[in-house]
């Protein structure tokens, strides 16, 4: 694939991969979470592709600062859809022209229309549809353009996970509910994540839940509701009810194995890490839905020229299939699932995203059991966890306004 | 025990309640020790719980000074914010020295790693709120007179007065949204102006217009840059840092949880280290007095004891009491030693008293021998008297008769003296018989001493025998009346006991007139000896001379012709044989019975009291 100073696409590209001029130091530094940013992904697109990838993980708040006020420190950036509006109106980012997708076709209707299914709930807030194009007058919106404000590829369902030798195990969609995070019998078992984009959600959702309050639009909350909700999370906090806040997936981990927290904020790896430790974390299915993200990369506003061409080329492996069956193992969703479904074994594509139960006993990337023979997948299939989205992270109108009220939150 | 000696048991009793002190002032070293090891920790803990306080003080200082300095943005509270972090890094190491405790050091470095996350985003937030500082002060108004300058150039253009009005109004919105964002952060402002700059851009015709327009443009690029930087700040410092403050607070809470978890096990240890020393003081003291009171007790009863008994014992000894044995000697220590040497002097005593008895025994015999003596001196005296009185007579005779037969003969009457001849005859013969009877008696004892088991019947017969013809002449019969026994005596001296009796019989016992008879008769002894009587029918004996029957030359009636040595020799044979002779008779005419008592024959004989089969 490699020739002389030229890059070619992946063999599963295009038919007319375009040829690529690499620049002398050929190098792409990719900035984001560890939430992607692994080093079996880093390695096998070096190997697929044939030029350098420096990985930069760091703490979500940390690397959206980086990324929102030094876009020369990077050439992609990696997170979830809530970054693409602080970052797009920093100008931190620029526009990825469509045309060079080379699976934009397969790219699913959950990106482009908000829903999987016809019916579906499309989800309170930022989701990525809304996100997703540029439009001429340089906003961000649904109507399709040739230019998209990220390469849409990863991409969950998220909600909160709970130990359930401590709290007892719950009913998928039943009993399983956002309420616990406020639940008295929890107190000082409870953790949140400490991003308000991310946070407040759950915080709202979960007001909502043991019916605190009600909120207008929970995805675009007002400074009155978010008045409310930060007076309840003082409260709350003053009575001893949260742990702490977490601010990257090992942190949620030692957080449940060893702080004593019972119920968080988490992220699905987080709760993969502590079953494989031992302890039995169940990633609940809340009757009230899921906070769904969507991963976006985006283009650095500062890298052109022949970087860019890296950049493409290394957005186009993520979507060529390997990478999302290797991420599916991890429990995550891929825009282009069906590209991914050839590198995944029957059992692993039922369970993972058929809701079925597993045929034989389910390897995570690291080679270890995660998922023994017979479990079903909690939430069920893809299609019916996307069919329960109570809302998308999101920065919301009143971003600068939320910041001081967390702030707030986080001082009382 | 009593093998054990006194010394040893003093020294073991001493040993055991030294030991026991010993233990006792063990216990207080120790427990010393570990009061000392205590009140360290507890020193330590102290410290420790101070300084993780101070660090929760200087946590809460950090923010408030990086929370001022975020509203302000003076830079002496970036400073300050920077070297109370400096301060905390310090309070780590010193932690760190502190306590070597895994789970303290774990929650350490989480909380350093937390300064440091704290520390790389302080040095952001300071550095954007610089940017924002010097956009705000310097850039902000230098584009504000530009503007200004542009706008006021421009308001005399004719035919542009519509356009300059509107650029003119878009300019003040969108610069009074630039101060009003400054004041109170809302992106909506922004949006504004971006929208506003972009009409204009599409509005502005000359190139007065355009300049305006970009200098707008600038602005609002500047404006863009101040909310990133706003939002950064805000975000480190409200959202980063201050989770980060958060989780060090709770992980400095933690810290002093940790500390202050062991001050309850340390109390909980020094107070029952203290009711461990009191009790086990008390415990240590009770054993030591209840082991010296025992000790004391039983070397006391294991001394004392044994040797009351003893003094006891010897002076008992010493009164001269006899004692069966002293206690003690089969001790093997000092009192048994005593005990030995009293039963020593016991055995002395019961010698000394043994050769007491026997010389008490010795004495009645040299008292009883004297007595023999002198009783021997007198029948010596008297059988010398008698010996010569008796000698006497006959020699007396014969001489008187050879003076007068040689008187006889010098008168020629030698006839006459002849005639006398046989006097002077049986005067010899006499004398020579009484000579031959005292050899006799002398004899017994001396010869025909051993003695056999004798059928007295058989001798009885072959005596009668012997005798017969003497007893016929005397008109005697002998009847022997019953079975007689078998005796046990030299059987010749029996036999002369038995001719002397009958002898004595035929001379002293008849009837004054008549035959008689003499009878020989077996008597039953209480004693189980052999019993054997001579009765015969004489004129008897009289009580007050029964005695004197046995005497030498002791007769009852002057004539006759007997010695007077005959029963004399019958005593002393029966005497020397171990019997006894006795003689009953009232005197009176009714005769008299000589009692014969003998060892019985055939039967064994005691000799000092062990038990010989005789024969």
Known sequence: MISGSALSAPSTAAPQAPTLYLPKDRRLRVLGTHVTLQEPLRQRAESDLGFAIEFAPGGSASVLHQASTRPESFDLYEQWSNSIKVLWQAGAITGIDKTRIRDWDQVNALTQTGRLTPGASIGRGDAPHRLLHVQPDGTLDSPTSDTISFLPYVHNADSFGYDADVVGEGKPYATESWGWLFDERYRGQVALINAPTIGLFDAALAAEASGVMRFGDIGAMTRGELDQLTTHLIALKRRGQFRGVWSSVPQSVDYMRTDGVAVESMFSPGASMLRGMGTRCIYAAPREGYRAWHGVMCLSAATKGPTAELAYAFMNWWLSGWPGAFIARQGYYISTPERSREHLSAAEWDYWYGGKPAATDLQNTSGEVAVSAGETRRGGSYEERFAHIAVWNTVMPTYEYSLIKWNEFLLA | ?615
């Open chain 2, 1 to 615: 025990m009593s093998g054990t000696s006194i010394a040893r048991r003093i020294y073991f009793g001493f040993a055991l309640v030294v030991a026991l002190a010993i233990g006792l002032a063990v216990v207080g070293v120790l427990a010393a020790g570990q009061a000392s090891d205590n009140a360290r920790r507890f020193r330590e803990l102290n410290e420790r719980t101070i300084a993780m306080l101070e660090l929760g003080t200087e946590v809460a200082e950090l923010q408030r000074s990086v929370q001022l300095f975020a509203s302000t943005g003076h830079e002496s509270l970036a400073t300050d914010a920077e070297q109370r972090i400096k301060k905390l890094r310090k309070r780590f190491d010193g932690a760190d020295a502190l306590d070597t405790n895994a789970d303290t050091q774990s929650l350490v470095q989480r909380m350093r790693t937390s300064l440091s996350n704290y520390e790389g985003s302080l040095q952001t937030a300071v550095d954007e709120r610089r940017i924002r500082f010097e956009l705000v002060h310097t850039q902000v108004p230098k584009l504000d007179a530009e503007i200004e300058t542009h706008i006021a150039k421009e308001e005399t253009n004719v035919g542009a007065e519509n356009r300059w009005a509107q650029i003119r109004t878009d300019s003040r919105l969108i610069r009074s949204n630039l101060y009003e964002y400054l004041y109170e952060p809302d992106y909506a402002l922004l949006a504004q102006s971006k929208q506003i700059t972009g009409r204009l851009s599409t509005l502005a015709e000359t190139d007065e217009e355009r300049a305006v327009v970009a200098l707008l443009e600038d602005y609002t690029r500047t404006f863009t840059r101040i909310v990133q930087a706003t939002r950064g700040y805000l975000y480190l410092v409200g959202v980063v840092m201050a989770g980060e403050a958060w989780e060090f607070n709770h992980l400095s809470g933690r810290l002093r949880t940790v500390a202050l978890a062991d001050v309850p096990e340390i109390v909980d240890g020094m107070e029952q280290l203290a009711d461990s020393v009191r009790r086990y003081t008390f415990l240590g003291a009770a054993l030591a007095v209840l082991a010296a009171l025992v000790l004391s007790g039983w070397i006391t009863r294991s001394i004392s004891s044994p040797l009351g008994k003893l003094s006891r014992t010897l002076a008992r000894l010493a009164k001269g009491e006899r004692v069966a044995n002293v206690p003690g000697v089969e001790r093997s220590d000092e009192v048994g030693v005593m005990a030995s040497a009293a039963d020593a002097f016991r055995r002395a005593n019961e010698r000394t008293e043994s050769l007491l008895t026997e010389s008490r025994a010795l004495a009645l015999e040299v008292q009883a021998s004297r007595r023999d003596l002198e009783r021997s001196n007198e029948e010596l005296e008297q059988f010398v008297y008698t010996v010569s009185h008796d000698l006497k007579t006959p020699l007396v005779t014969s001489l008187g008769f050879i003076g007068m037969m040689r008187e006889m003969a010098a008168v020629g009457q030698q006839d006459l003296a002849l005639s006398k001849l046989d006097v002077l005859e049986r005067s010899n013969k006499r004398m020579t018989r009484l000579i031959a009877e005292l050899l006799d008696l002398s004899r017994v004892g001396r010869l025909d001493t051993e003695r056999q088991d004798v059928d007295a019947a058989a001798l009885v017969d072959s005596v009668i025998e012997d005798l017969s013809a003497r007893l016929t002449d005397a008109g005697c019969a002998v009847v022997v009346d019953g079975e007689l026994p078998s005796v046990r005596i030299n059987e010749v001296r029996f036999r002369q006991v038995l001719e002397n009796l009958l002898t004595n019989a035929v001379k002293y016992g008849r009837p004054e007139a008549g035959v008689f008879e003499v009878r020989v008769v077996a008597r039953e002894a209480p004693s189980g000896r052999a019993v054997i009587c001579v009765v015969d029918q004489g004129p008897g004996i009289p009580p007050a001379h029964h005695e004197r029957v046995f005497g030498l030359f002791n007769r009852l009636s002057a004539g006759g012709e007997g010695t007077g040595i005959g029963l004399a020799i019958v005593r002393r044979v029966m005497e020397t044989s171990g019997g006894s002779i006795m003689v009953e008779s009232s005197g009176d005419g009714k005769g008299c019975t000589f009692v014969l008592e003998f060892e019985r024959g055939g039967q064994a004989e005691r000799i000092d009291g062990v038990v010989e089969q005789s024969g």
